[in-house]
């Protein structure tokens, strides 16, 4: 990753800081939809999209209409919204060529697209969308919600391999942070995957390997008659999903549907996270072993976004939160992985450094919970780190250097979202709170 020693900026005030902001997403606009950052991610990426459509919804809701709907239009007949939709005729690795998604039938003919799906945030995105604009979204909704609603029924039906209510991602980039310390162990034990090096674009030859499999299976979740050689429970990728549900619960009787279904999924995904990965704190579980990975990571904080998470387990996640080990250690917020475990790097993408978009979920969790101390001071180290540093990819925890690439379209469009008046610390109207 490329790092390098603290920055100053001239000062700049709100105005001045939403105007680059702006800049940055029109620079990466390719016409469909926003790239996360010039040159080291030219194409579509299915969360990034989520947040920059959250990050405008305020003040370009036609813009941020028009990202989900981007995302939304690479889904697959049945139901799978990918990760990564190809958009531009820019080289990059992975790329159609190994994904090989118009060989499927489910898959869009006219859109090449990843084999893998994303954390599930679209609905909460749409649901943004729509309490900032209430009737004036209301036909955005109705044209959302089938594609919404048919990507949950595919999480449901396909990815629930432990049989409780969540989803299991089968590749680490499907959690968003594929560096996660939290997947060493798993990814350690792949049974029949070749020595690990470094592969192409750096990426570890075990990503690759994992997408190939699987995309030689079909992409079909009985993965050529075998078990998956990764399957995990991820608390972010549910935490955000069952979140969804209460998102989608709420959007329904603007689409005409039911909300039954969704908030009965909600509740069995809550369940399913408290009986199944709560210990002391959410951690994921590793569905090949049966074992939980015990290992204290931004992700445990997830199902905090839950409005129904019970209030003892809210209090315990929000002590650890504040604690030495994330907050309290560092000036930054918020590190990806506790500063105080062996495999914490404070310069290794989500294995240290801090992120906008766990921040502005985690400061979206403590104003759905009243936490509203925490929140404003999450909010304001936020805006104190991309002051700084700028609209970079991550950050250093201790120092607030900016780490990774520049002009990052989710940094840019999450301080959108927490420059406007209230931004995220305005819970809103409804369930959703
Ligand atoms: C990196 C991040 C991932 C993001 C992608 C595009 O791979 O880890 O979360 O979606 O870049 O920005």
Redesign the pocket.
């Known amino acids: 990753m490329d790092t390098e020693p603290m920055e100053s900026r001239p000062a700049v005030d709100d105005d001045a800081l939403a105007r680059e902001a702006l800049s940055v997403l029109d620079a990466n606009w390719t016409g469909r939809a926003t790239m996360?950052?010039p040159g080291?991610?030219p194409h579509q990426?299915?969360?990034?999209s989520a947040f920059v459509a959250i990050g405008l919804a305020r003040s370009h809701p036609s813009r941020a209409m028009a990202e989900l709907r981007g995302a939304l239009a690479g889904q697959w007949r049945d139901g799978m919204v990918p990760?990564m939709i190809f958009r531009t005729a820019e080289a990059y690795f992975p790329g159609p060529a190994v994904w090989r998604s118009q060989d499927h039938e489910d898959a869009p003919a006219d859109l090449p697209t990843s084999g893998l799906t994303?954390p599930p945030l679209h609905a909460l995105a749409a649901w943004w969308i729509w309490r900032h604009h209430g009737d004036r979204a209301v036909g955005f909704v109705r044209e959302a919600y089938p594609r919404l609603a048919a990507h949950h029924d595919y999480l449901a039906a396909t990815r629930d391999l432990g049989g409780s209510g969540l989803a299991a991602i089968v590749h680490p980039?499907e959690?968003?942070?594929?560096?996660s310390p939290a997947w060493d162990r798993p990814l350690a034990a792949l049974p029949g995957a070749p020595p690990n090096g470094a592969g192409p674009a750096g990426y570890t030859d075990h990503f690759v390997w994992l997408a190939t499999r699987y995309r030689d299976s079909g992409y079909r979740p009985e993965y050529l008659g075998q078990e998956h050689p990764f399957a995990v429970e991820d608390p972010m990728f549910n935490g955000m999903w069952l979140a969804a549900c209460e998102a989608l619960a709420e959007l329904a009787p603007v689409a005409g549907a039911d909300s039954r279904p969704h908030a009965e999924r909600a509740a069995r995904i809550r369940r399913a996270l408290l009986d199944r990965l709560w210990d002391g704190g959410f951690h994921a579980r590793d569905l090949r072993t049966g074992r939980l990975l015990r290992l204290a990571t931004v992700g445990g904080f997830g199902p905090l976004l839950d409005p129904g998470m019970p209030g003892d387990r809210v209090e315990d996640m929000v002590r650890t939160l504040s604690s030495a080990r994330f907050m309290g250690a560092s000036g930054y917020p918020v590190p990806s992985c506790d500063v105080r475990a062996e495999q914490f790097d404070r310069a290794r993408?989500?294995r240290g450094p801090s992120w906008i978009?766990m921040n502005w979920l985690l400061c979206r969790a403590c104003a759905v919970h009243g936490l509203w101390d925490l929140a404003e001071g999450l909010a304001a180290d936020t805006l104190r780190l991309v002051r700084q540093a700028g609209f970079r990819?991550c950050y250093d925890p201790f120092d607030g250097s900016g780490r990774g690439c520049r002009d990052?379209?989710?940094s840019a469009a999450l301080t959108l979202d927490l420059l406007a008046d209230g931004g995220v610390l305005d819970g809103g109207a409804g369930r959703c709170r």
Do not use: K, Q, R, T
Request: proline share 4%; hydrophobic share 45%.
């Open positions: 996360p950052a080291l991610y990426w299915s969360w990034d990760h994303a980039w959690s968003g942070m594929e560096d993408y989500w978009n990819e990052f379209s989710w």
